[in-house]
């Protein structure tokens, strides 16, 4: 079993920084593999970026340019740093990860970018 707990969302301006992150607990050797989603009102959840335990990352394309993944060594917390942050990139983000064929999510952390 594995938990996921999200923090760092806030209110901001377009334009502003925010750093989310993500604490990983319970079973952490199973897990080679952590993500971010978003979710607007009214607008199904999307993945916003992926890192695997070797390091290696994949971004959607709306936030390539703009938010960086990372996470710790031991891959107990991940991070997204987010920039030039648009009205757009408001939603609920949620950390993820997927194991075997299970996937688990924390409960989320609001974002809002007010224009």
């Known amino acids: 079993q594995v938990q996921l707990e999200e923090s760092g969302g806030a209110s901001v301006q377009a334009g502003g920084s925010l750093t989310l992150s993500c604490t990983v607990s319970g079973t952490i050797s199973s897990v080679s593999n952590l993500a971010w989603y978003r979710q607007a009102p009214g607008n199904q959840r999307e993945l916003v970026a992926r890192i695997l335990y070797g390091g290696s990352t994949n971004y959607a394309d709306p936030v390539k340019d703009r938010f960086s993944i990372s996470r710790d060594k031991a891959f107990k917390t991940m991070f997204l740093q987010m920039n030039n942050l648009e009205p757009e990139d408001t939603a609920v983000y949620l950390c993820?990860?997927?194991?075997?064929?299970?996937?688990?999510w924390g409960k989320g952390t609001p974002v809002t970018v007010s224009a």
């Open positions: 993820n990860t997927k194991i075997g064929g299970t996937a688990y």
